[in-house]
């Protein structure tokens, strides 16, 4: 079984920045992609950024060059510098881990995290 467990949240002032941090845990063998998406309020789920393991990533335009995604491979663990932060950046962000293949297993898994809220409020 794989796990996901987010850190990073909370409320922070527009234009002020924040740092997620997603672990992975469990009997992984490999972890092709993770990736943060976000959900606000009455809104559907959206990609916010993601990377795979050999380093190639993808940003939503309402937040390139403003965060920024990296992983440690030997840790599973991905993060999401969030910097210029805007009050529509609000909502839960949530981890995802995709094409996750466990040891001894042939299969491959999607996995989500709990979410963390990021409110961004003056």
């Known amino acids: 079984q794989v796990q996901l467990v987010e850190s990073g949240g909370g409320l922070v002032q527009p234009g002020g920045s924040l740092r997620l941090s997603c672990a992975a845990s469990?009997?992984?063998?490999?972890?092709?992609?993770m990736g943060w998406y976000r959900q606000a309020p009455g809104k559907q789920r959206e990609l916010v950024a993601a990377?795979?393991?050999?380093?190639?990533?993808n940003y939503a335009d309402s937040v390139k060059g403003r965060f920024t995604i990296s992983r440690d491979n030997a840790k599973n663990t991905v993060y999401l510098q969030m910097s210029s932060l805007k009050p529509e950046d609000t909502a839960v962000y949530y981890c995802?881990?995709?094409?996750?293949?466990?040891?001894?297993?042939?299969?491959?898994?999607?996995?989500w995290g709990q979410g963390t809220l990021v409110t961004v409020s003056s």
């Open positions: 995802n881990a995709g094409r996750v293949t466990t040891i001894g297993s042939g299969s491959y898994l999607e996995v």
């Open positions: 990377i795979t393991s050999d380093g190639s990533t």
């Open positions: 469990g009997t992984i063998f490999s972890i092709h992609a």
